[in-house]
């Protein structure tokens, strides 16, 4: 099961989901991922947005419910947009002759994992240069933002541990890159993770998982800051103590929600998000969305 599977799945109202293609648009520089789920999926309780469990960052969520006119729209576009037409689907699948987009989207999956997959250079775009120079140079990524980058393309992208170590050399200069040398000369095998370990390690915080976990538990919302905005910086801030070995990762639903209800503002709103999703798997898209509920009915 993949991060992306994983990390939708927290959304109780969807069940169990399957990733069935992805697409990476080069001019917004951003990866549109096609899910499918079994579940009669209520859109009212599907929030809005996920926080990724990697970086901290927003994915945007839409539900579709087609018609079978405008599903079979965007399907030509898609199929197009891959080099496929609806005639390669019903003559290399073999979901069966019930015809309905649920077994479509199951076939369209099926053929894309057999076709062919393009050249992994121009798969995605190059992740951007980080020296660890401090402070940091105009036009350079801060170290925060590079880990991100990098930790998001060693988990989600489909290209081969050769071309993520490629990518991950491509963006280094200066400081970063002596060490990824000095990490090559010591074993030539290294892993694209033990890459990025490495770059977090030398030009990182020093500070220990425990260390890392007071600061978490000092987090409050600032003045004007929305909820929303507060419970993501919370989520970066808690991915950083697990990382270090701060807190066990069974512990973070529970010490997130603590630490969002002990910080947040809206006491009252956070007294209603603790009465009801406490004890749920899926805290984060929960926490958003009665949030987000909250300040649209202020």
């Given at each position: 099961?993949?991060?992306?599977e994983?990390?939708?799945?927290?959304?109780?109202?969807?069940?169990?989901?399957?990733?069935?293609?992805?697409?990476?648009?080069?001019?917004?520089?951003?990866?549109?991922?096609?899910?499918?789920?079994?579940?009669?999926?209520?859109?009212?309780?599907?929030?809005?947005?996920?926080?990724?469990?990697?970086?901290?960052?927003?994915?945007?969520?839409?539900?579709?419910?087609?018609?079978?006119?405008?599903?079979?729209?965007?399907?030509?576009?898609?199929?197009?947009?891959?080099?496929?037409?609806?005639?390669?689907?019903?003559?290399?699948?073999?979901?069966?002759?019930d015809?309905?987009?649920?077994?479509?989207?199951?076939?369209?999956?099926?053929?894309?994992?057999?076709?062919?997959?393009?050249?992994?250079?121009?798969?995605?775009?190059?992740?951007?240069?980080?020296?660890?120079?401090?402070?940091?140079?105009?036009?350079?990524?801060?170290?925060?933002?590079?880990?991100?980058?990098?930790?998001?393309?060693?988990?989600?992208?489909?290209?081969?541990?050769?071309?993520?170590?490629?990518?991950?050399?491509?963006?280094?200069?200066?400081?970063?890159?002596?060490?990824?040398?000095?990490?090559?000369?010591?074993?030539?095998?290294?892993?694209?993770?033990e890459?990025?370990?490495?770059?977090?390690?030398?030009?990182?915080?020093?500070?220990?998982?425990?260390?890392?976990?007071?600061?978490?538990?000092s987090?409050?919302?600032?003045?004007?800051?929305?909820?929303?905005?507060?419970?993501?910086?919370?989520?970066?801030?808690?991915?950083?103590?697990?990382?270090?070995?701060?807190?066990?990762?069974?512990?973070?639903?529970?010490?997130?929600?603590?630490?969002?209800?002990?910080?947040?503002?809206e006491?009252?709103?956070?007294?209603?998000v603790?009465?009801?999703?406490?004890?749920?798997?899926?805290?984060?898209?929960?926490?958003l969305?009665?949030?987000?509920?909250?300040?649209?009915?202020?």
């Open positions: 099961m993949t991060v992306i994983e990390t939708v799945q927290t959304i109780k109202a969807l069940g169990r989901v399957w990733v069935r293609g992805k697409m990476f648009d080069t001019q917004t520089q951003t990866l549109t991922v096609l899910c499918e789920c079994r579940e009669e999926v209520d859109s009212s309780k599907v929030p809005p947005e996920l926080i990724s469990p990697t970086s901290g960052g927003r994915w945007t969520v839409v539900v579709k419910h087609p018609q079978q006119d405008d599903f079979s729209e965007k399907l030509a576009k898609f199929l197009e947009v891959e080099g496929k037409t609806l005639e390669d689907i019903t003559t290399e699948s073999t979901s069966g002759s015809w309905n987009p649920e077994s479509i989207i199951r076939a369209v999956g099926d053929v894309l994992r057999q076709s062919p997959k393009p050249t992994e250079s121009h798969n995605y775009h190059r992740l951007r240069t980080f020296s660890g120079i401090s402070p940091t140079p105009a036009g350079e990524e801060s170290l925060d933002s590079w880990l991100d980058q990098a930790r998001f393309m060693a988990e989600e992208y489909e290209c081969s541990e050769r071309e993520k170590k490629r990518r991950i050399v491509e963006s280094l200069k200066g400081p970063a890159m002596e060490i990824i040398q000095a990490v090559r000369g010591s074993n030539h095998n290294a892993s694209c993770m890459y990025i370990q490495a770059i977090d390690d030398t030009f990182g915080s020093t500070e220990s998982g425990e260390d890392l976990y007071l600061s978490f538990k987090l409050y919302q600032k003045p004007n800051e929305r909820l929303s905005d507060f419970l993501r910086r919370l989520e970066k801030s808690l991915s950083k103590v697990i990382q270090r070995g701060g807190l066990p990762h069974v512990a973070a639903n529970r010490a997130r929600l603590d630490q969002l209800i002990k910080g947040a503002v006491s009252d709103l956070m007294r209603y603790k009465q009801k999703i406490w004890k749920l798997p899926d805290v984060v898209s929960e926490s969305r009665l949030v987000n509920m909250y300040m649209q009915c202020k």
